[in-house]
């Protein structure tokens, strides 16, 4: 090492252990991205521990290609439903077997069919730990199997651990799960909470859950987004609402389709609906014939990063939105924060009591509505669509808070003090 690199070289090991991290695609990989590339910029030893290749719908290697080059990224096996799939020989009869028994191993696991992963992610981590200097472990869930990686860090070395809630876990199943399995859920919690040197959460309601459970020192960690990614200049504008990310049952799109075709029905308008993202939604297309939406709507599909952004960019107007119909309290959707930058109009359609909702509602931006009714929905759509797009827009402060390496400094800064 030279002496201009032990100058700018922080005496502390960053060690980020991620199951989701690029070239795995969707969301929640952008974290943990996110936090390697902040640290190693800032000068720290920075490893990432994942896992090898796994049975996923989404890759992107654009992603992968962000990693800052310093960053030494670790792969380990795991024998978990999702590694063991990718392995096994694809063949039709095989995939059958594979897919039932995938289900049934996930239902059956404790905390979570990551699990397998656990065991051979922590014989790595010993394989990586320095003895020159001090070692932080981050272990970011989900999957919640991930924090039995610091527990376990806990009882061999002396290792300082934080604990990272990108999910509070049970808010969302928890109907769907027996009661024996919720007080297990609960007690594991609860000894992350207390045992972790320092918890952090993307929402304020679930750092106050994780405070009442026990853990003495916490921080909000919202997502983020990365200015850099808006550098390119605005594209061209196309006549359509935008709905951005995973479209599944937590989004409740039912409601939007309801009220988009009523909307549609009394204007004489073009405006589409758009989606961009990965598409996990079982009856969509009867959906759409029900709401009489199949021409006006379309799915791009999941786009690479940057060029979603784009995409998102273009639109008259963007909608996030959340289901009431299953507690999504704890939930800020990681894509709000790159809504809110982007140049078009956000309408927000969440639940009350949501945390996403009474972020929104503190900040109070001029370009975001939140709306609870078909005549607020259409009020604001009628705004957006008139709007006429300023080509040079100013961020306010009040959003540019959120830019990742705002978000992570406050993370550095509790990081030097453990």
């Known amino acids: 090492m030279s002496a201009t690199d032990k100058k700018h070289t922080k005496n502390k090991h960053i060690i980020i252990v991620a199951y989701y991290f690029p070239p795995l695609g969707l969301a929640g990989t952008n974290r943990p991205l996110a936090m390697a590339n902040y640290f190693a910029e800032r000068g720290y030893i920075v490893t990432v521990l994942t896992v090898k290749s796994i049975d996923y719908p989404v890759h992107d290697d654009t992603q992968l290609k962000k990693l800052h080059q310093k960053v030494a990224v670790v792969r380990s096996g ?9 392995i096994v020989p694809v063949l039709p009869k095989v995939k059958r077997i594979r897919r039932v028994a995938k289900s049934a191993t996930a239902s059956a696991l404790f905390p979570d069919s990551k699990i397998g992963f656990v065991q051979s ?13 001090p070692n932080i472990l981050i272990t970011t869930s989900p999957p919640m199997s991930i924090h039995q990686i610091g527990l376990d860090a806990l009882e061999e070395e002396e290792i300082s651990w934080v604990a990272d809630f990108r999910d509070v876990w049970t808010s969302v199943p928890e109907a769907q799960q027996s009661p024996e399995f919720l007080r297990k859920a609960q007690a594991y919690r609860k000894e992350i909470a207390k045992r972790a040197s320092l918890v952090t959460a993307t929402s304020p309601r679930t750092v106050e859950l994780l ?8 921080q909000v960690l919202f997502n983020g987004y990365k200015e850099d990614d808006f550098a390119k200049k605005h594209p061209k504008r196309v006549m359509a609402m935008g709905l951005y990310g995973t479209l ?8 939007l389709f309801d009220w988009f075709g009523r909307w549609r029905s009394q204007r004489d308008s073009n405006l589409k609906l758009r989606h961009i993202g990965y598409t996990d939604l079982p009856g969509l297309a ?9 021409s006006s709507f379309a799915s791009t599909g999941y786009l690479p990063h940057d060029q979603s952004l784009l995409e998102i960019r273009r639109h008259q107007l963007n909608v996030i939105m959340l289901t ?25 359609i969440l639940p009350r009591g949501n945390a996403a909702r009474e972020l929104l509602q503190e ?17 604001a759509v009628d705004a957006f669509v008139e709007l006429k797009r300023e080509r040079n827009v100013t ?19 509790q990081i030097e003090r453990l």
């Open 395 to 413: 961020v306010p402060e009040d959003v540019e808070q959120f830019e990742w390496d705002r978000q992570l400094a406050n993370l550095e800064t």
């Open 121 to 133: 992610a922590g014989r790595m981590l010993r394989q990586v730990l320095r003895e020159d200097c």
């Open 363 to 379: 900040l109070n931006l001029p370009q975001v509505q939140v709306v609870d009714s078909y005549e607020e929905f259409c009020s």
């Open 248 to 255: 599944n049952e937590l989004i409740g799109v039912e409601k």
């Open 324 to 348: 009431d119909q299953v507690d999504t309290s704890y939930i800020i959707p990681s894509k709000l924060f790159e809504l809110m930058r982007a140049e078009p109009p956000l309408i927000a």
């Open 211 to 218: 405070r009442k459970n026990g853990a003495k020192k916490t």
């Open 78 to 86: 795991s024998a978990d439903p999702a590694r063991i799939a990718r």
């Open 286 to 294: 009867e959906m759409l014939d029900n709401f009489d939406l199949k």
